[in-house]
């Protein structure tokens, strides 16, 4: 086919938009395209939002000449074998070959006499979206971009979030149907509908996090959700891609578009805010479920201008487990939502390397900020980039987010500035600060996970195939997921276990001797909420009760009731009915809150240490006994880092180090030094 003859833009002025003549589902589409002022629409227009490439993510997709065998029906029914890729026209199995991971094969259209390919998502939403009535004029950025050409590539990154902005109406693609995710919308209705029972609209934004969940799961129809029918609805890879952010978070009005069925965006977002109360990540651990949570807090960002407030490197780790194609991508595709701090080039021709690197740099040399350095950690996957370790790679999405971004309140440094010296022909950074201590020992219990990871103990219904290399005479069972109650009390037995587990442990590190003494228990106490409430001010007074509240829950068989009535009793010889009883509940509750509300904000995903000199903290998965914890002037935090060859060190990630966080490490007692990061 010959290539579109496409006219030069006046950029960052102007751009295009794609008029799609009327027509059904199975007319040929024709269409034409028109230059495009940006900020004088004398006509609106609407925006496409989709994925490229597959519609539904799966962990294994066969081969397109594989001979898959079916059955459908009812009695005999029909069966027989068909090959893969000959399933997505298939009048009964086109819905599983979605299901399966299948590609939609390219598409023709014919643009203002042109005959041209596109690729098989984009002309199926076309065929979905276009009016039988009447033109639509929408702009799609594989058509309305000229993608040979880099230059014009290259200027668009910074006015995507202006068309988008734009648009009247944003249409978001997630793909055809695979017949089950109707199943997610009515557990989707059921959570609204018991949201509603639970409180009205003017008070669902005021309660705090742990009075909203106690009316939500308290409701007795919430135990009969079937939680795991989301996972097909959000199982779809427009939830990970880089670039649907900016058209999501810019949109005025934004509909969701599955096959023939549409959702509002807003109904689904706030179906999806109580689902989060009901801590729905800890069931499914999708990368769905922060997609729509990171969607929604940008579009809660803009200012009256509709413009974004946010910081690159508050957006960079907020969208980390985000995906794209090309490595620079995942700073092309947020420059438009974020604040112009810093200088980013657009050029399509660097490396990721190159883009990543310079990125770092920026923050480092020009304003003078340790920050950057907060983002650098053990990566959960390894990355196909090669970049030392002081430089973030953005492409990789680790275990956890740095306290940075988790907004512990923190300035370990001081006042001290920064002091650095970047040699870049060896790729090394040069700080300056002091050495704090070696750790000695790491509590390992705690099951990590990857944030979209579901830990290996949790069952769930699972829809897609996997593959299964077996020897010549084996044979494999098929799972068997059991009934909703009993997957409910796996949960709930898996989480209990692990965390009482994870506590015996933690009692290991602080006090290897045995008993610990009052004092190791209260450090402990401190330690497990990084010393500060989930809103970042001071512990109470009472936060050793809150702790042992904690552990005499998670480490006894008994109810929460029962827990609390037996600690009011030891504590006041009461009931908890009396005076002093409720009195000193109401105390109880008040740090048990403080602690744990803290804990689950900053501590998760961390493991637990003691450091040679008898401190305890928080580092990231990966750390090793034997690694050193240093304090570099100018930071807010600590790092964890490992010795190299000659006298160089890798960083390992940020860390909590109890009794360090406000410039305790200052001190003439320990002694500075420079530590050359490789």
């Known amino acids: 086919m010959a290539p579109y003859p496409y006219q030069r833009l006046d950029l960052p002025r102007e751009t295009r938009i794609l008029h799609i003549e009327p027509g059904s589902f199975g007319d040929a589409i024709v269409c034409s395209l028109a230059h495009m002022r940006l900020g004088e629409h004398s006509q609106p227009y609407e925006g496409l ?6 519609s539904v993510n799966v962990e294994f997709i066969p081969p397109s000449d594989t001979m898959v065998g079916w059955a459908y029906g009812t009695g005999q029914g029909e069966s027989g074998e068909t090959r893969f890729r000959d399933m997505q026209d298939h009048p009964e199995l086109h819905k599983t070959y979605i ?3 299948g590609q939609l094969s390219p598409g023709s259209i014919t643009c203002d006499g042109v005959s041209m390919e596109i690729g098989g998502e984009l002309h199926r939403a076309i065929r979905r979206l276009r009016n039988e009535d009447r033109a639509l004029r929408i702009w799609v950025d594989a058509l309305c971009i000229d993608q040979n050409n880099i230059e014009e590539r290259n200027k668009h990154v910074l006015i995507m979030g202006d068309v988008y902005a734009g648009a009247s109406h944003v249409r978001i693609w997630l793909g055809e149907e695979t017949g089950i995710e109707r199943l997610a919308l009515s557990v989707l209705d059921d959570v609204s509908a018991i949201a509603a029972e639970s409180f009205d609209a003017t008070e669902s934004g005021t309660l705090n996090f742990f009075e909203a969940r106690k009316r939500l799961l308290t409701n007795p129809k919430a135990a009969n959700i079937e939680w795991e029918y989301l996972q097909p609805l959000f199982n779809r890879a427009w939830f990970n891609r880089i670039w649907v952010l900016q058209e999501a978070a810019n949109a005025s009005k934004a509909t969701i578009h599955l096959g023939e069925c549409s959702l509002d965006w807003e109904w689904l977002s706030e179906s999806m805010h109580f689902a989060r109360i009901f801590k729905l990540d800890a069931v499914l651990r999708s990368f769905s479920m922060k997609s729509l949570g990171v969607m929604q807090w940008l579009r809660g960002r803009k200012d009256l201008d509709a413009r974004f407030a946010v910081p690159l490197l508050d957006l960079l780790e907020e969208t980390r487990v ?10 092309y595709g947020v420059l438009s939502l974020a604040d112009q701090e810093v200088n980013v080039p657009v050029d399509y021709a660097l490396t990721g390397e190159s883009i990543f690197t310079h990125l770092a740099l920026e923050y480092l040399e020009n304003h003078h900020s340790l920050d950057i350095l907060s983002h650098c950690m053990a990566p959960a996957l390894p990355s196909k980039l090669s970049l030392p370790s002081w430089v973030p790679d ?6 956890v987010e740095p306290f940075r971004s988790r907004e512990l309140n923190a300035n370990a440094a001081g006042a001290s500035g920064a002091r650095i010296t970047v040699n870049k022909r060896d790729s090394e950074l040069a700080v300056v600060g002091k050495l704090l201590s070696r750790i000695e020992a790491i509590e390992n219990t705690k099951e990590i996970t990857r944030l979209a990871e579901t830990p290996k103990a949790l069952g769930a219904p699972t829809f897609g195939i996997k593959k299964i290399n077996l020897e010549q005479g084996e044979t494999v069972d098929l799972p068997s997921h059991g009934s909703l109650h009993d997957r409910t009390s796996m949960r709930q037995r898996h989480h209990m276990n692990e965390a009482a587990e994870t506590l015996f442990d933690m009692h290991k590190v602080a006090s290897p001797a045995g008993t610990p003494t009052p004092e190791v228990r209260e450090a402990m106490a401190r330690t497990f909420a990084c010393n ?9 007074a009472d936060f050793k009760l809150g702790f042992d509240l904690h552990s005499m829950i998670t480490c006894t068989n ?13 504590a006041t010889g009461a009931s908890e009915t009396s005076r002093e009883g409720r009195a000193f509940e109401k105390k109880m509750m008040k740090a048990y809150e403080e602690v744990i509300g803290a804990h689950q904000k900053f501590c998760f995903n961390r493991r637990f240490i003691r450091t040679a000199d008898g401190n305890f903290g928080w580092v990231v998965n990966g750390t090793k006994v034997g690694d050193v914890i240093a304090l570099f002037y100018g930071a807010s935090y600590p ?4 010795e190299q060859a000659s006298g160089r060190y890798q960083i390992i990630g940020d860390c909590y180090l109890d009794q360090f966080m406000d410039g305790e490490g200052m001190g003439p007692d320990y002694l500075e030094q420079e530590f050359i990061l490789v």
């Open 49 to 54: 939002s989709y994925c490229w490439g597959k």
């Open 99 to 101: 299901q399966f991971g």
């Open 322 to 331: 985000f995906e794209s194609t090309l490595p620079g991508d995942k700073v």
């Open 394 to 399: 953005w492409t990789v999405h680790g275990w």
């Open 532 to 540: 500060r409430t989930r809103d970042g001010s001071a512990l109470g």
């Open 558 to 570: 008994e109810t929460f009731e029962s827990v609390c009535r037996w600690m009011i009793q030891e």
């Open 639 to 642: 790092f964890v880092l490992r």
